[in-house]
């Protein structure tokens, strides 16, 4: 396109344009790869759950056990380079369980070796998953505000 | 029966997600956050037990889960040490999972190298 038609090209054009070019997602066929990926792998944290659980574990070490299976597995593909290419079919479907914060740490890592181990992987590991770790640390610290403010108004919260 | 429901409900969760990355602009950060929140306010609200009762890892795997261990951390450490358990019960729960991804980043990080993204 010459130089004076490109100027030409309004902002509606401009939108249109960028929505024929965009990738277009099939919503049905990624909701059924999310949904049997994301159902997958949450039977296989329940399968690390029981072996841990028979094992004589309480519940609280089981289910860190049952989370650490998931990460681990998700690091390998991960170190493999084979994470992102099961990702692009499943979505959210690996995204979402434990895996997906995985991921994002350990691509992470690897990503910023290249700056240096201390200023790039160690500064950088959390670039992508820091937010869910920030946000869930202060909404935890939210909760546990409000229930230190309830007791103190002698609420029964079961403390 | 517990793997069919927990397959289920996780599916579900995943399927919501994918359908808020499709049809809305909300990133993908934003729902994991939204998720983590979620889980957290199911603790207090108190129905975490019920759900993890329901269908375990289906809700547990999920970065829910990741809220109901934070939430449940914070109220046991709470009952335990005092005011203090506010601030650090949450970390406490989720220490486990959270040193496993570090140790094991850093560790991947000194064999293995990004592919080239072209």
Known sequence: ?????????????????????????????????AF??????????????????????DKDLASAVSSISLITLAAILTAF???????????????????????????????FKTEGFVFGTSVKLFVIAGPVVVFGTVFSVIYGIILLILKAMVVDVGL | MMYVK??????????????LIDKTKITPARILVTLVGL???????????????????????????????LGNGVKKAIAEKGWLGA???????????IGAV?????????????KDKS
Do not use: H, W
């Not at chain 1, 079919?89 to 890592?109: D, E, H, K, Q, W």
């Open chain 1, 36 to 57: 049997l990926f994301g159902g997958s792998l949450c039977v296989l944290g329940q399968i690390a759950f029981d072996i841990a659980k028979s094992a004589g574990l």
């Open chain 1, 81 to 111: 380079n084979v994470f992102d290419d099961i990702g692009r079919i499943a979505g959210a479907g690996t995204l979402v369980p434990i895996t997906g914060f995985a991921n994002s740490v350990v691509a992470s890592a690897m990503e």
């Open chain 2, 6 to 19: 927990a397959f289920l409900v996780g599916g579900i969760i995943c399927i919501i997600a994918q359908i």
């Open chain 1, 1 to 33: 396109m010459p130089s004076d038609q490109v100027n030409k090209v309004n902002s509606a054009q401009y939108k249109k344009m960028v929505e024929e070019q965009a990738p277009k997602s099939n919503i049905g066929k990624d909701c059924l790869m």
């Open chain 2, 87 to 97: 601030l650090g019960g949450g970390l406490t729960a989720t220490s486990i999972g």
């Open chain 2, 102 to 114: 570090i140790f094991l980043a850093v560790l991947i990080a000194l064999f293995a190298k990004s």
């Open chain 2, 39 to 69: 889980g957290v306010l199911s603790v207090a609200v108190g129905i975490s037990d019920k759900l993890v009762q329901f269908a375990g890892a289906g809700f547990t795997t999920p970065i829910f889960g990741f809220g109901i261990a």
